[in-house]
Nanobody
Framework: QLQLVESGGGLVQPGGSLRLSCAAS????????IGWFRQAPGKEREGVSC????????NYADSVKGRFTISRDNAKNTVYLQMNSLKPEDTAVYYC??????????????????WGQGTQVTVSS
């Protein structure tokens, strides 16, 4: 059964850090790019980051550049999102999403074919 399972969310103070994990099962992650999207209450889903199948290409939303880092460990079939210097506006449900090998048009929802269930990130004092 194909699954993407996110973990690592939680409550953190502004300026803090979290590392999200996306564990894949039922398929080999090596052949797929993975993106992270987020959705805050009352807002549309937005692309946060994308990593190509090899890990050689990454993309970030302007709002998270310099603070978030996406990485992958294909041997563990897992993708990570390291989030530093978190802000209240980063509060959202974060989803990992599967796509083709590259990150072309990475912020376009329709480039992705399978979504995880999401993990809540809350940044608040």
């Amino acid at each position: 059964q194909l699954q993407l399972v996110e973990s690592g969310g939680g409550l953190v103070q502004p300026g803090g850090s979290l590392r999200l994990s996306c564990a894949a099962s039922g398929f080999t992650l090596d052949y797929y790019g993975i993106g992270w999207f987020r959705q805050a209450p009352g807002k549309e889903r937005e692309g946060v980051s994308c990593i190509s199948s090899s890990g050689g290409s990454t993309n970030y939303a302007d709002s998270v550049k310099g603070r978030f880092t996406i990485s992958r460990d294909n041997a563990k079939n897992t993708v990570y999102l390291q989030m530093n210097s978190l802000k209240p506006e980063d509060t959202a449900v974060y989803y990992c999403v599967r796509r083709t090998m590259t990150c072309e048009r990475w912020a376009d929802l329709y480039e992705y074919d399978y979504w995880g269930q999401g993990t809540q990130v809350t940044v608040s004092s």
